[in-house]
């Protein structure tokens, strides 16, 4: 099993990127997949998931308005979009899936996870 991300980079505050999570060896449909970053010094964190069975998905606070989680079940791949850009966004992202239906926020859930993809927001 292995996942992909990528599409991270250095962007100006204000601006917007798009980061894909590519899964191989696993159908993206039977499992839940999560977005998470850790920025230098902080503990890693949540930032959305969605249940690529049905389609629901939720965001940490930080985020919500601004970022947008999404599937492409066909190209076994997750998105997120991300608009509004601060440089309190500046972390390396990582997307990671769960065998379940119901995931989280929580990392600890999450058993496959993906090399990080950096972002970097200038200011």
């Known amino acids: 099993f292995q996942l992909q991300a990528s599409g991270g980079g250095l962007v100006q505050a204000g601006g917007s990127l798009r980061l894909s999570c590519a899964a191989s060896?696993?159908?993206?449909?039977?499992?839940?997949i999560g977005w998470f970053r850790q920025a230098p010094g902080k503990e890693r964190e949540g930032v959305a998931w969605i249940s690529t069975n049905d389609g629901r998905r939720d965001y940490a606070n930080s985020v919500k308005g601004r970022f947008t989680i999404s599937s492409d079940v066909a190209k076994n791949t997750v998105f997120l979009r991300m608009t509004s850009l601060s440089p309190e966004d500046t972390a390396v992202y990582y997307c990671?899936?769960?065998?379940?239906?119901?995931?989280?926020?929580?990392?600890?859930?999450?058993?496959?996870w993906g090399q990080g993809t950096q972002v970097t927001v200038s200011s």
């Open positions: 060896g696993i159908r993206l449909d039977y499992y839940g």
């Open positions: 990671a899936a769960v065998r379940s239906y119901y995931p989280s926020l929580g990392a600890h859930e999450y058993d496959i």
